[in-house]
């Protein structure tokens, strides 16, 4: 068994790229599989944040909450100078207010969720950013309708309703984090405990493959259907992801921040909320209803750079030890 997961770690990249391929066909085969797909998206992300947070130690977040340098330069990144980015890239959809939200509600929130997956693969500090979830999710619950009255103006705002966001955060952050540390409760005091966890985590190429089939074949068929008007967005996110990689290792080399650190601060700065705003974005009053497939692209677009960055990554932020 153990030599089945190791071979899987080591082809995850190309599995990944597979899975992604995989969901596309499927969802453009068969469009009517969509609506299955993305009834499954929440239980499969679930899943993977339940193996992703196994994996976790959790005595040490404390100690991550207490690393007031690293907090600190997520939420600066994230919160000043994201939302300044977002700003400049956005005035490309500015004249399309239905573009300009799908836009603004995706990329001014920060992942909180696979995030931590993939800054995991990339040896980054999965652990800091899991002790950061909470936080970010908070600040971004409290600022986002103030860049959208910033951005989009006061009338918009109105018509938003947070209780999705709060119920998606309870459902893919909260459940998952709460099941994961009862797990590795038990598998400090029963037998069966560490099998559990061992299991879980050999789960996890996967159960992230899964998650990626999934998430494609739900969207990929609504966004063919208006890939016309999406296409501009698309420029916009691709830049996105480019220019969030300089900027987050500048910060986190500017806060004197480990190597780990450094890496999770990219994966955080460019990584986006697209799965968990998704609800919100469907919550939208009516005349937004293209505005999910806008999240959903960024979604397609990202899973695709995250792909790349999980190698990328630690070939521009090298461990000078690894690296000898």
């Known amino acids: 068994m153990s030599s089945v997961v190791d071979l899987l770690e080591r082809r995850q990249i190309g599995l990944y790229l597979f899975a992604l391929a995989l969901g596309a066909a499927v969802g453009l085969s068969f469009p009517a599989v969509a609506g299955a797909a993305e009834f499954a998206i929440n239980p499969v992300l679930g899943l993977l944040l339940y193996a992703t947070f196994l994996g976790v130690p959790f005595g040490k977040i404390g100690e991550a909450l207490r ?3 690293f907090l600190t330069t997520v939420f600066v990144v994230n919160f000043v100078i994201v939302p300044g980015v977002v700003f400049i890239l956005s005035r490309v959809v500015a004249h399309d207010q239905v573009l300009l939200v799908g836009v603004l509600f995706v990329l001014l929130t920060p992942c909180i969720d696979y995030v931590i997956v993939f800054t995991g693969l990339a040896a980054g500090a999965s652990d800091r950013l899991l002790a950061a979830a ?3 999710m908070l600040a971004q619950m409290l600022l986002l309708p103030v860049y959208l009255l910033a951005f989009v103006g006061g009338d918009f705002v109105d018509s938003v309703d947070l209780t999705p966001f709060a119920e998606a955060f309870a459902v893919l952050i909260v459940l998952p984090l709460v099941a994961a540390g009862l797990t590795q409760l038990a598998a400090a005091k029963t037998r ?6 061992d299991g879980a985590l050999s789960m996890m190429v996967p159960l992230m493959m899964l ?3 999934v998430v494609v074949a739900s969207q ?3 966004v063919g ?5 999406l296409l501009l967005v698309v420029p916009v996110y691709v830049a996105f992801a480019a220019i969030m990689v300089p900027i987050g290792a500048t910060a986190a080399r ?4 480990d190597v780990a650190a450094r890496r999770a601060v990219v994966f955080s700065g460019a990584t986006r909320n697209s799965l968990v705003v ?3 974005a469907l919550a939208l009053p009516a005349g937004f209803e293209l505005a999910p497939l806008v999240v959903v692209t960024q979604t397609l677009i990202e899973l695709v750079a995250m792909v790349i960055f999980v190698r990328l990554i630690p070939r521009l932020i090298r461990d000078p030890v690894t690296h000898r």
């Open 278 to 280: 998704l609800p919100l």
């Open 67 to 69: 690393d007031w340098r």
């Open 211 to 213: 998650t990626l089939a």
């Open 134 to 136: 909470p936080l970010l």
């Open 254 to 257: 500017v806060a004197k921040l």
């Open 192 to 197: 069966w405990g560490r099998p559990v966890v």
């Open 220 to 222: 990929i068929s609504g």
């Open 225 to 229: 259907r208006e890939l016309g008007a």
